[in-house]
């Protein structure tokens, strides 16, 4: 039967107040639920280092909550930093694998913030996990938000690389020169990388004096180790470039240094300068001109002379760069 203008009026009306009625319900069931969360400071760390972490609290009504939190691994240290409002009871076990906090219904938003401590020992690689409840009237709520903190071993630059000669001629030798500079006193072990084999190199110097160091056959390796106990070190070594290099190839050189002395061997990179270019086999003074006069000057001679000392081109041809230095004439 079609309905009246009188029901349709009745009908629409039941259906307002059913929506009325629901609403507020849907509103109150979602505001009940409490919010909680953990938020980690830095949830990176190394062996020794310490994080806040804060637990976040927000109810519907005035019910003081009480806060369990659970670690898999031991600290070696916990204790609180600050509460909000302040709390009845908070604080770690003897063990460092618990901590606690409980609050009287005084309120409606609850925080607590305490710090933890690595251990020394920790292993690289591996983890400290957080897990934790919430207890409000007769309910349990996990908390959620950041869950791990992992142990990372950090590379940070503990030395610089400067190469005398950027620029060799094959058959040519340089100096190269790392500093070393730990965060603290070490024992440092220091490893240079060579992506391509050279054709010779040697230790020339080591400061304090290396308990050993040397290139490996391969040419691809060079290593020094210091016994020492202090934070300043050096290495001079040198490279020759091959007779059958290609001109315009780099070498490049990569190097780390470990702390042997630091626990679970604290490691850093080398920075500076890397490569090492090949250039042409200079043929005779022309090769040491000036571009814009075509004569051969003071820079030319110098640079002619430094290729001599590390055998890049014999003394004929530097005889050779010294006559038209003298002369003055335009070799090109």
């Not at 609050?103 to 591996?126: K, L, R």
């Not at 309910?139 to 630059?157: A, C, F, L, N, P």
Request: aromatic share 8%; hydrophobic share 30%; glycine share 8%.
């Amino acid at each position: 039967m079609p309905f009246s203008k009188a029901h349709k009026v009745l009908f629409i009306a039941v259906i307002a107040v059913c929506l009325f009625v629901i609403a507020p319900t849907a509103v109150s069931a979602q505001t009940d639920t409490p919010t909680i969360e953990r938020t980690i400071e830095d949830t990176e760390l190394q062996p020794g280092e310490t994080t806040e972490v804060t637990v976040e609290i927000t109810t519907a009504q005035e019910q003081g909550p009480f806060v369990t939190e659970t670690f898999s691994s031991a600290f070696s240290d916990v204790y609180i930093v600050s509460d909000s409002p302040r709390s009845q009871i908070a604080g770690p076990n003897d063990a460092n694998t618990e901590f606690t906090a409980g609050w009287s219904a005084d309120g409606t938003a609850y925080s607590i913030t305490y710090e933890v401590a690595v251990p020394e020992n920790a292993e690289f690689g591996s983890s400290f996990n957080f897990s934790g409840t919430t207890t409000i009237g007769d309910s349990d709520y996990d908390i959620t938000g950041d869950d791990s903190i992992s142990i990372e071993k950090r590379q940070t630059v503990y030395g610089e690389r400067t190469i005398e000669q950027g620029r060799l001629i094959p058959g040519q030798k340089t100096t190269v020169t790392v500093d070393i500079n730990l965060p603290e006193e070490g024992s440092p072990s220091l490893t240079e990388t060579f992506e391509q084999p050279f054709s010779d190199g040697s230790v020339v110097e080591t400061t304090p004096r290396a308990t050993q160091a040397g290139v490996n056959n391969a040419n691809t390796e060079i290593i020094s180790q210091w016994s020492d106990i202090q934070q300043n070190y050096t290495l001079v070594y040198q490279v020759k470039m091959p007779q059958n290099a290609t001109p315009g190839e780099a070498y490049s050189i990569s190097g780390s240094v470990t702390d042997v002395n630091a626990d679970n061997g604290a490691s850093g990179e080398i920075t500076g300068a890397t490569d090492i270019t090949v250039r042409e086999r200079p043929d005779g003074p022309a090769d040491y001109a000036n571009p814009e006069t075509g004569e051969v000057d003071s820079q030319g001679l110098t640079s002619a002379f430094s290729d001599w000392k590390t055998a890049g081109v014999g003394s004929k041809t530097l005889s050779e760069v010294f006559n038209a230095w003298k002369s003055g004439n335009s070799v090109t």
